[in-house]
């Protein structure tokens, strides 16, 4: 190679370099001064809610299986204590888990005790019960199998006739492709039991470029579907891949939008979830990215935020008093 012909090349690759760091340069000083989302307080929802442990209703199996001891859940002192911490943050409905559902379509197990006293402080702190049952697609939880669906109704209808103050139930189904008509069936056959009672569901969040994965995103159209067959959608808005907070906080805007576009013309209450759970080094989640403060930043910058009836953290579990501060940083 000639001398001058390796001197143009080194040149073309200096002002090749230089380009590249100005737009780089250009593009990070542009993500610096972005600022997506509001600090501002949200409205005063009606019916924020959480989503909580198996220990709270399960049965004497779950703790043997588990290695826990039943009265870290079970004493009145742990359930009343549990109350006021919800009540004063403004906590109106909890989740408490009771998946996975077994082969044949019932719900786990529960203790029938431990319900009605969990349901006696619940009262007395004016917060609704609503049972998270369901569980893994293809495995615990077979929503085309009519033989399941029977079972899995039946047991979910012995549930709320042996415990009538219970608010209802929320089906949470993992994965669940948009577009599953088992899914759509479950729902058009549970509502007849739910006759002044809550029928919520776990939803999914619109696709994203972010992250394109479509058993764990729902069409608009889809959401609409799903939510004209239930009382309640608390969406499931984190699990995204994004791994820059700006722009997780710029999607959480755009989805208060479509979500509240979405159920808009339903009887559906719209509940938005949010993380507060510390899952990091899975790759769809990153805690630094996804939290409650960026998730409620986003959601108070929407235009429509005020179309929605609260806010579901997930998970108790997960919540300290730092992340109970920033809660209480946009909550009323």
């Keep these: 190679m000639n001398a001058g012909l390796f001197k143009k090349l080194g040149k073309s690759a200096l002002r090749i370099t230089a380009a590249s760091a100005t737009i780089f340069g250009v593009a990070a000083l542009g993500y610096l001064v972005w600022r997506p989302g509001s600090g501002e307080p949200l409205p005063e929802f009606r019916n924020n809610a959480i989503w909580i442990g198996h220990g709270w209703l399960g049965a004497d199996s779950w703790f043997a299986r588990n290695k826990r001891d039943p009265s870290e859940f079970r004493s009145e002192e742990k359930i009343s204590a549990l109350f006021r911490k919800l009540a004063d943050n403004r906590i109106r409905t909890v989740y408490p888990h ?145 791994p820059l907070e700006k722009f997780y906080t710029d999607l959480m805007i755009d989805w208060t939008r479509t979500l509240a576009g979405a159920t808009a013309m339903s009887n559906c209450e719209l509940i938005l979830g949010i993380p507060a759970y510390e899952d990091a080094g899975v790759g769809y989640h990153h805690p630094r990215v996804e939290n409650i403060s960026s998730a409620l930043r986003g959601i108070a910058a929407s235009d429509r935020k005020n179309e929605i009836s609260g806010i579901a953290i997930y998970c108790e579990w997960e919540m300290n008093e730092n992340k109970w501060q920033n809660w209480r940083k946009f909550i009323r």
């Design 98 to 242: 009771l998946c996975p559902a077994r082969r044949n379509g019932k719900i786990a197990a529960y203790d029938d005790a431990q319900v009605e006293r969990f349901l006696d402080l619940a009262e007395k702190h004016g917060i609704k019960v609503v049972p998270w049952i369901g569980g893994v697609l293809g495995e615990s939880a077979r929503p085309n199998d009519e033989g399941w669906r029977r079972n899995f109704i039946a047991s979910a209808n012995e549930l709320q006739k042996k415990h009538p103050r219970l608010a209802g139930v929320q089906i949470n189904i993992e994965p669940l492709p948009g577009g599953d008509t088992g899914f759509l069936m479950l729902l058009d056959e549970l509502r007849p039991i739910m006759t002044n009672k809550t029928l919520s569901v776990a939803a999914y969040p619109p696709p994203t470029k972010w992250h394109r994965f479509p058993d764990v995103h729902w069409q608009v159209g889809y959401i609409h579907k799903v939510a004209d067959r239930c009382d309640q959608m608390a969406v499931m808005m984190y699990d995204t891949s994004i």
